[in-house]
């Protein structure tokens, strides 16, 4: 025996409380789609226009990650398509699209399975867009997910190029009936800025999917921890409170999946025959730093930069919370950052209404005798975890580096 056998025998658990661990992957689609039959019957009868006719020009899904807004929207959209031969469904994920020149060319690859050079520039991506979708039957919705990452760049903005998918003269000179279906988290408004003329070409057709609440939780998990750990690991008052205390830190499905795998795994560890509270309070700290994290990478690099100076960061300096609004403005226009990034005190307010709507900061009014009243500021989550990931946000941001097309 070698080594190796040893360390594999070491690692691999006598008494695994999982019978079937993939099931807890928060990627895994699930046969069945639990507690969004509001969303899916709204999502429904917007396609179902397609019988009168109609489909709006576009429909906006929003809401905190781990919602099921890409899992509805996909399933409810191809569900409908492969009943109507009239309608087809295209999926596009811009997420790691960093100009909008890329985004059109995902968009054209997923059509075409082909992209073009940076020569032919924006034109000559959506008349190639346009050329595949005239072949394409009378309808055809296009899901473009995690639209929030659509940007500025150097060469083009987010308005140009919604109203070359929305009224480009290509679309319009071949008939084609395009229903463009946005997903995207809360923040759509905030980061694309569109001009009046893309407005009013956009529909108001809108989908919310709200935070999961604890039953709605207990509705989607049930039937997968029920098929991931072996009968009796998981006793009933354990599973509740790992799904209420899920719901209460952060109604995403996705982190209350990790949640569970990761107890399972501390418990197999331990050698233990069920899973305990205690394993789940041991990972929920993990998953609150996971979890928040996640967040903060995803965040517009404005929002990021405020959010280190509600931490109190100037050059290298001591954390100090709360701060007020004065704080965060001096800060930012300190040193520490460059003219370019810097704010005025507007942005600033607007920015931490933003930072507050999405639970990653609280403010409250402090009196203060004869100096007035004084708004306070600070995290929600453990500040050093924005100093601790300043530099992996820089290296791995989508909305920085946006100046080069591909």
Same mark, same amino acid.
């Given at each position: 025996? @070698? !080594? *190796?056998?040893?360390?594999?025998?070491?690692?691999?658990?006598?008494?695994?409380?999982?019978?079937? !661990?993939?099931?807890? &992957?928060?990627?895994?689609?699930?046969?069945?789609?639990?507690?969004?039959?509001?969303?899916?019957?709204?999502?429904?009868?917007?396609?179902?226009?397609?019988?009168?006719? *109609?489909?709006?020009?576009?429909?906006?899904? *929003?809401?905190?990650?781990?919602?099921?807004?890409?899992?509805?929207?996909?399933?409810? #959209?191809?569900?409908?398509?492969?009943?109507?031969?009239?309608?087809?469904?295209?999926?596009?994920?811009?997420?790691? #699209?960093? /100009?909008?020149?890329?985004?059109?060319?995902?968009?054209?690859?997923?059509?075409?399975?082909?992209?073009?050079?940076? $020569?032919?520039?924006?034109?000559?991506?959506?008349?190639?867009?346009?050329?595949?979708?005239?072949?394409?039957?009378?309808?055809?919705?296009?899901?473009?997910?995690?639209?929030?990452?659509?940007?500025?760049?150097?060469? *083009?903005?987010?308005?140009?190029?919604?109203?070359?998918?929305?009224?480009?003269?290509?679309?319009?000179?071949?008939?084609?009936?395009?229903?463009?279906?946005?997903?995207?988290?809360?923040?759509? %408004?905030?980061?694309?800025?569109? &001009?009046?003329?893309?407005?009013?070409?956009?529909?108001?057709?809108?989908?919310?999917?709200?935070?999961?609440?604890?039953?709605?939780?207990?509705?989607?998990?049930?039937?997968?921890?029920?098929?991931?750990?072996?009968?009796?690991?998981?006793?009933?008052?354990?599973?509740?409170?790992?799904?209420?205390?899920?719901?209460?830190?952060?109604? =995403?499905?996705?982190?209350?999946?990790?949640?569970?795998?990761?107890?399972?795994?501390?418990?197999?560890?331990?050698?233990?025959?069920?899973? /305990?509270?205690?394993?789940?309070?041991?990972?929920?700290?993990?998953?609150?730093? %996971?979890?928040?994290?996640?967040?903060?990478?995803?965040?517009?690099?404005?929002?990021?930069?405020?959010?280190?100076?509600?931490?109190?960061?100037?050059?290298?300096?001591?954390?100090?919370?709360?701060?007020?609004?004065? &704080?965060?403005?001096?800060?930012?226009?300190?040193?520490?950052?460059?003219?370019?990034?810097?704010?005025?005190?507007?942005?600033?307010?607007?920015?931490?209404?933003?930072?507050? /709507?999405?639970?990653?900061?609280?403010?409250?009014? =402090? @009196?203060?005798?004869?100096?007035?009243?004084? !708004?306070?500021?600070? /995290?929600?989550?453990?500040?050093?975890?924005?100093?601790?990931?300043?530099?992996? $946000?820089?290296?791995?941001?989508? $909305?920085?580096?946006?100046?080069?097309? =591909?």
């Amino acid at each position: 025996m @070698s !080594k *190796y056998d040893d360390l594999f025998d070491e690692v691999t658990a006598d008494e695994s409380l999982f019978r079937e !661990k993939g099931v807890l &992957d928060p990627l895994a689609e699930p046969d069945e789609i639990h507690a969004r039959d509001a969303q899916e019957r709204e999502l429904a009868s917007l396609l179902a226009g397609v019988h009168e006719g *109609y489909l709006p020009p576009t429909v906006t899904i *929003y809401g905190p990650p781990g919602t099921g807004k890409t899992l509805s929207t996909r399933r409810v #959209c191809r569900e409908f398509a492969s009943r109507t031969d009239a309608v087809a469904v295209e999926y596009v994920n811009l997420k790691e #699209c960093r /100009t909008l020149f890329s985004a059109a060319n995902e968009i054209l690859f997923e059509l075409t399975g082909e992209k073009k050079g940076a $020569y032919e520039g924006l034109d000559g991506v959506f008349e190639g867009i346009w050329e595949a979708l005239a072949e394409y039957p009378e309808w055809t919705v296009l899901i473009l997910d995690e639209i929030d990452h659509v940007q500025h760049d150097s060469n *083009y903005d987010p308005s140009d190029f919604f109203y070359r998918l929305l009224r480009g003269e290509g679309k319009l000179k071949r008939g084609v009936d395009l229903s463009v279906w946005l997903v995207s988290n809360e923040l759509l %408004e905030v980061d694309l800025r569109l &001009d009046s003329r893309v407005e009013s070409a956009m529909s108001d057709e809108a989908v919310f999917f709200p935070p999961y609440g604890p039953d709605e939780l207990a509705a989607v998990l049930e039937p997968r921890l029920e098929r991931a750990f072996r009968e009796g690991t998981v006793p009933e008052e354990v599973r509740d409170y790992g799904v209420a205390e899920a719901a209460r830190r952060w109604g =995403d499905a996705r982190k209350a999946l990790t949640l569970f795998r990761q107890a399972g795994e501390t418990a197999t560890e331990r050698g233990l025959d069920q899973l /305990t509270r205690e394993c789940l309070e041991t990972n929920l700290e993990a998953t609150e730093r %996971e979890a928040t994290v996640s967040k903060l990478l995803d965040l517009p690099t404005n929002h990021f930069l405020v959010l280190t100076a509600v931490t109190g960061w100037d050059q290298g300096g001591e954390i100090k919370q709360p701060v007020t609004t004065a &704080d965060v403005h001096s800060i930012l226009e300190g040193e520490t950052f460059p003219e370019a990034l810097q704010l005025g005190e507007r942005a600033v307010r607007g920015v931490l209404t933003d930072l507050e /709507t999405m639970g990653l900061v609280e403010t409250w009014i =402090d @009196s203060r005798g004869r100096e007035g009243r004084v !708004k306070q500021i600070e /995290t929600t989550f453990e500040p050093q975890w924005v100093r601790d990931n300043r530099l992996r $946000y820089v290296e791995e941001s989508t $909305y920085l580096g946006a100046d080069t097309e =591909d």
